[in-house]
């Protein structure tokens, strides 16, 4: 009969303690259950940080159209800003950095193509660029796509910029791949290079900076079509959650105020914000 009582009193103080446990928990677990986008205290965001206009690291913090909107999706994710951790997503990087959990999505002028979606999922796309060239104000040498089988081209390592050129746009081009697209414009500048190649939105945001104002011009050619979609690991619940958040954005008007703020200093002609799902070809 004795042992029944202590027995009886230790499952009370067990079922007490297991109470505490679920209510209180340690630091741990309310770390785990707190934030509406997935359980953490912060969101980790890949970006461009030498994109202006788009995405860049600047002593003051980090701005650009890409940043506005991740920092829109965050917030309706559940993400107040101090709660968002940025890292530089290269473009030769953005594939491996989602595979490995690096950060929870990215937002850095990613194109969705075919061969990336057979690695990682896109949300979007939230805005529709064209590859172009970015040439010398006082250039006239190229005129047309075709004149860049003749010229020296500069692009980034594994964006699909290079690829195009390479595969189709201009094969014959002695294209010269480097790992940042800011580090094209010295060789651009002093004659080094004819041409830098990448999407319009990225080069029209170069071309507006105060040091390099008047001394470049964009081609106008329209390459190609390239859709920007926000990059998240395969299979995650991410991207439903994110599709839903870019359409909000669309709707109460705060997508074509980040397109004023971060694309009307360089007279940007934009296309009208793309529907969810509908790809450009």
């Known amino acids: 009969m004795k042992l029944r009582k202590v027995t009886a009193a230790s499952a009370t103080v067990l079922a007490l303690a297991l109470t505490v446990t679920a209510c209180g928990g340690g630091d741990g677990d309310n770390?785990?259950?707190?934030?509406?986008?997935?359980?953490?205290?912060?969101?980790?965001i890949g970006i461009k940080f030498d994109q202006p206009g788009l995405g860049q690291k600047t002593p003051q913090g980090y701005e650009g159209f890409d940043?506005?909107?991740a920092t829109y999706v965050a917030k309706k994710l559940g993400y107040e800003e101090n709660q968002i951790e940025w890292k530089e997503s290269k473009s030769a990087d953005r594939e491996t950095m989602l595979q490995r959990g690096d950060v929870d999505f990215i937002a850095a002028t990613y194109s969705i193509t075919p061969e990336?979606?057979?690695?990682?999922?896109?949300?979007?796309?939230?805005?529709?660029?064209?590859?172009?060239?970015?040439?010398?104000?006082d250039d006239d040498k190229i005129k047309s796509p075709?004149?860049?089988?003749?010229?020296?081209?500069?692009?980034?390592?594994g964006s699909t910029?290079?690829?195009?050129?390479?595969e189709k746009l201009a094969p014959k081009a002695q294209l010269q791949p480097y790992p940042a697209y800011s580090a094209c414009l010295p060789g651009l500048q002093n004659g080094a290079v004819d041409a830098l190649t990448t999407d319009d939105s990225i080069l029209a945001g170069y071309a507006a900076q105060d040091q390099f104002k008047g001394k470049f011009k964009l081609g106008g050619f329209k390459l190609t079509n390239e859709n920007?979609?926000?990059?998240?690991?395969?299979?995650?619940?991410?991207?439903d959650k994110i599709n839903k958040a870019l359409e909000e954005m669309v709707a109460d008007g705060s997508w074509d105020k980040a397109v004023k703020e971060n694309f009307?200093?360089?007279n940007y002609k934009n296309e009208p914000a793309p529907k969810?799902?509908?790809?450009?070809?």
């Open 228 to 239: 920007y979609g926000i990059g998240v690991k395969k299979g995650s619940d991410l991207k």
């Open 116 to 137: 990336r979606q057979e690695t990682v999922d896109f949300a979007g796309p939230y805005l529709l660029a064209h590859q172009d060239v970015l040439l010398r104000a």
């Open 264 to 266: 009307g200093p360089a």
């Open 31 to 44: 770390e785990s259950s707190s934030g509406a986008g997935g359980g953490k205290d912060k969101i980790t």
């Open 146 to 157: 075709e004149d860049l089988n003749k010229a020296k081209l500069c692009s980034v390592t």
């Open 161 to 166: 910029s290079a690829q195009n050129v390479k």
């Open 67 to 69: 940043v506005d909107v």
């Open 276 to 281: 969810i799902g509908d790809i450009k070809s």
